[in-house]
Every structure is written in C-alpha cells, then in structure tokens.
C-alpha cells in the first residue's frame, strides 16, 4: 500500500478583532451559501437545518454555550460530513432500536438519533476523554444525559458482551483504527441478529495510507521518524478483505467523492493553513460544486467516502 506523509503546517493567527470580524461574516453569509447549496442539490442540507433548529432552542433557553450555539447555527458540520450524517440519519431515523454503540463518531451525529428514538439507550465509546466530556455536556444540554453512557476506550478494549447492541455506528474511524479488521470484528460480534452496523470510511480506487507530522488525538504513538499513523483509504479490494470477508456484502452502499484529483486535499490545507481565517460559510455549497455520487469505488478519480450498512443474519 502507497503511503503519504503530510507536513501540518502552522495555522495562520489573526486577532481577536479579525476572529470577530469572521464571525460576523458566517452568521450573515451562511444563510445565502445554504441557500445556493439547496438550489444546487447538496446533500445533508435538511440535516443542518435541524441542527440550527436546535441550536436557536439551546440559545432560548439559555442551556449551552453561546459557543456551542453558534456552531450549531452555522458551522455543525464540514467537508464529507455532509454526505455521511445525510446517509446515515436518512437510513435509521424511521428505523427504532432499544440499544445503541456509537464508537467514535462525531457527537451530533449519534445524539439526532437518540433524539428520534424516545426510549432507546446509546453507549458511546471513545478513549479521547476530552472529548467525551465535551459529549457529556452536550447531552446534559439536549436532555439525553440519562439515556447515555460515555466510556474511555477503544473497540478493541470495549467490555461489552456480544450480541447486545441494535445498532452500531462508526462514522469516519475506522480508517483511523491500525487494527481495523479486528475492529470490525469486535462490532460486528457485539450485534444482536437483525442488528444494524453502519460504517463511513474514506476510500479511493487505490488503497492509501497517511502518515501526519501532528499527532491530532494523542492516542497512538509517533513513529521513529516523528509521523504519527493517521488515516487509511480503501479501494475494493480492502473493503472486501477487512470488512465484507467478516459482514458479507453491505445491504446499502453509497460512493461519494471529488470531481475532479485533487480537491480535497486542498480543501484540508486551506483549513490547516488558514484556521480561524477559513471561510467556513462556503462548505454546503463547495461540497455540491465539487463532489458527486459515483457508483463504484473503481470510478473515483480521487478521494471519496463511502457509506455502507449491514445487517446481521
């Protein structure tokens, strides 16, 4: 497998001034790029809009943060997240389960879903434990806190019995994991038959590993070189050999992914580079000027995100 090595560079400072100067900017330019993202068929639009919904409740009744608010109002989501949290919430907020394990997955995500599900449980697993307080906050806010359970862990060192959960989801992490395929069978032990796994996992038309210079969550140790392991692309041959050889073929799949070689990666320098100074109001509508779906792996002509549900003889 070819692999990459990714400088992060340092983020451009601006001050206070500036950095209020670009707020500004989102709360009056989100509004027309959601607009123009609706009127040329982004995905995940209606998702945001929930999102915002939400957001203008916690803002009225004073129960998070003015900065947690304002995220939701109008930067919830970037990039892929946009065909990922479409996906998925489409496919299960019709769906009921009683319990659920989320490993890792962006908060919201997970929360909109226990949100559509009144008496359902959710186990989410994460072994960043700033981030999981940051999710503890969120669900006291949303009103779900009795209905959570937040663990310090990663799958592999999860102490779950099998066959427990209805639903499992893992949301852009699994190509994070070394272990991947043992992942995938740690989950796919712990569903119930009839069970859902839900995985979105970058892919391309020829595998690829990323090695990067900062060592983002702290949770896997440089090499000796100084890069830290940071993500895998799967072409379909490794989807077949981690995952379909332990699942079989997923029951729905969908391919998302740039237009044209290169987009994505520029899209992520920008915002390595640019920090605060990133125009963050033009994701939704970028995202459907720039990317498409396609119907195979194979098609790709360079980075991509598939979608894929299975569920349990």
Not at 18 to 41: C, E, N, R, T
Not at 300 to 306: A, H, I, N, T
Request: hydrophobic letters at 40%.
């Amino acid at each position: 497998m070819r692999k990459q090595y990714i400088d992060v560079p340092l983020p451009m400072s601006c001050s206070s001034f500036y950095g209020q100067w670009m707020h500004l900017k989102g709360i009056l330019l989100s509004p027309l790029y959601l607009v123009m993202a609706i009127m040329v068929g982004a995905p995940g639009i209606g998702f945001r809009l929930r999102l915002a919904a939400i957001g203008v409740r916690l803002l009225l009744t004073g129960r998070a943060s003015l900065g947690t608010c304002y995220n939701l109002l109008f930067f919830p989501m970037d990039s892929t997240r946009h065909f990922e949290f479409h996906e998925v919430f489409n496919r299960l907020m019709n769906r009921p389960f009683n319990r659920y394990l989320d490993v890792s997955s962006p908060r919201i995500l997970p929360f909109m879903l226990l949100m559509q599900n009144k008496t359902a449980t959710l186990n989410m697993l994460n072994p960043d434990s700033q981030d999981t307080q940051a999710s503890e906050r969120l669900a006291d806010a949303l009103g779900l806190i009795n209905r959570c359970t937040f663990t310090n862990s990663t799958i592999e060192m999860a102490n779950y019995t099998a066959k427990t959960f209805d639903l499992i989801t893992c949301i852009s992490v699994l190509e994070h994991i070394p272990a991947d395929r043992e992942a995938v069978e740690m989950m796919w032990a712990l569903l119930r038959p009839g069970g859902r796994l839900i995985l979105t996992i970058p892919c391309r038309a020829q595998p690829l590993e990323q090695y990067i210079s900062h060592n983002v969550y702290g949770v896997l140790s440089p090499g000796p070189d100084g890069y830290t392991f940071w993500q895998r692309y799967y072409d379909e041959e490794r989807l077949q050999s981690v995952i379909f050889n332990i699942t079989g073929l997923p029951a729905k799949m969908a391919v998302y992914g740039e237009r044209s070689y290169g987009l994505f990666y520029r899209n992520m320098s920008m915002k390595l580079l640019m920090g605060p100074r990133y125009p963050f109001w033009q994701e939704p509508y970028m995202m459907a000027k720039e990317y498409q779906y396609f119907q195979t792996l194979a098609e790709l002509p360079g980075e991509g995100v598939v979608m894929l549900e299975f569920i349990k003889p």
